[in-house]
């Protein structure tokens, strides 16, 4: 006989690109995902049909600037790119092959998000984002659904349970990445608690970098969200990091510096520029300074910004694995779950805060008959609690490159 730990690993992976029938509400769903993608797209083409014919005006189009323009053809070129990879993933989903699905999962959110960045900053919070919003959510519920790698990790648990492992299981191991091609698996588990642990974390060193060498002694609130000590862009900036350096983790470590210089430099100009076109807003400037890029961002941030992703690939993330792994099998999803909710309900009150901001500011607020959100977001969160609680952001409306 056999390692028993051997074996099960044998039959697990055996499972994993093997097809594995959907039930019937998803096969039905793919099926709508094949009509309704191959619908767009089609639509897509008549419509660059009727362009080239001469059939649409388009004059309207030279009242907005040049990157409002762009901005349009970005977000339509992603939209169709969707609309065909759902025609793809309605066939993975009839065929049942769940680590093709979940890939094209993951490509798909990856491509909503972008949509959505450029839908908010062409319209603001508006019903325009409510389909990306809409698939986004079914995307991961679908893609954390198909992932080979959490259903291995499920039936790994029950098959350790079975054989007494359970000790063995909860010593930090199981958000490892078992093939050997990366440090952690990257599911919606892993990465979730590396963006909330990563806002706390990079808020914390936000605020002391203020306090001890930009403004010594002096406290700034640097929170990105209306509640909880959170800095999105250090979340998002390290899950940025863990998927690009996973493969990395034992490489040189002027590898991994590099590639989170690049990285880190990058997201802050994006963000910084996002920021601006979305709601004519500065969060920082550092125009002037050694090898500034536009302001946005500079040699020494790029520099910081490598040194943070070779300590987080080689220290801070092992101790934060061990840490989330903690959290009892049996809590870890609904734990999970609902501080998910949690936080995309603070984001979206964000953005909506911010998006009011704006319009107030701008002088385009309709007070008439506003929805629900804004006029909720015009009575708690006035111009006076924005910049009490956004201390280091400015608007200048004159900026943004809204579409109305």
């Not at 055996?14 to 089609?42: C, H, M, N, T, W």
């Not at 049909?49 to 004059?59: P, Q």
């Not at 603001?124 to 291995?152: C, F, K, T, W």
């Not at 840490?323 to 609904?334: A, D, E």
């Amino acid at each position: 006989m056999g390692n028993p730990e051997e074996t099960l690993d044998a039959r697990v992976n055996a499972q994993e690109d093997q097809p594995d029938k959907y039930p019937l509400a998803i096969r039905i769903f793919g099926v709508i995902s094949i009509v309704a993608g191959g619908i767009q797209v089609v639509s897509f083409i008549l419509s660059l049909l009727a362009v080239f014919f001469g059939k649409i005006d388009l004059s309207q189009i030279e009242q907005h600037v040049i990157v409002t323009i762009v901005i349009g053809v970005i977000a339509l070129l992603i939209s169709v790119a969707i609309s065909a990879l759902f025609v793809v993933l309605g066939i993975r989903l009839l065929r049942g092959t769940r680590h093709r699905a979940a890939v094209i999962a993951d490509v798909m959110i990856a491509l909503e998000v972008l949509e959505l960045v450029c839908q908010f900053m062409l319209f603001g919070v508006s019903h325009e984002l409510i389909p990306a919003v809409v698939n986004m959510v079914i995307l991961i519920a679908l893609q954390s659904y198909s992932d080979p790698s959490l259903r291995q990790e499920r039936v790994l648990q029950r098959r350790l349970k079975e054989l007494e492992w359970k000790a063995e299981a909860e010593e930090g191991t199981l958000g490892l990445d078992q093939t050997g091609k990366g440090y952690i698996t990257l599911n919606f588990f892993n990465l979730f608690w590396v963006f909330v642990i990563c806002c706390i974390l990079g808020l914390l060193i936000e605020i002391a970098y203020h306090m001890i060498v930009v403004d010594p002694g002096v406290y700034e609130d640097r929170a990105g969200l209306l509640y909880g000590p959170f800095s999105p862009i250090y979340g998002f900036g390290a899950i940025l990091m863990t998927v690009a350096l996973n493969r990395f983790h034992d490489k040189n470590p002027i590898i991994i510096w590099l590639i989170s210089a690049f990285i880190g430099g990058t997201f802050e100009f994006f963000v910084s520029w996002f920021m601006e076109i979305a709601f004519g807003i500065t969060a920082w400037d550092y125009t002037g300074t050694f090898l500034s890029i536009d302001g946005r961002t500079n040699g020494m941030f790029m520099a910081m910004w490598g040194f943070l992703g070779l300590l987080w690939i080689r220290w801070a993330l092992p101790v934060m694995l061990k840490v989330v792994n903690k959290i009892p099998w049996n809590w870890r999803y609904t734990v999970t779950a609902v501080s998910a909710v949690l936080m995309i309900v603070d984001g979206v009150l964000t953005l909506s805060a911010l998006d009011c901001w704006y319009q107030r500011q701008a002088g385009t607020m309709d007070y008439t008959n506003p929805s629900a959100i804004v006029q909720f977001c015009n009575e708690h969160y006035d111009n006076d609690f924005m910049v009490n609680r956004f201390q280091s952001m400015t608007m200048n409306t004159d900026s943004a490159a809204r579409a109305k």
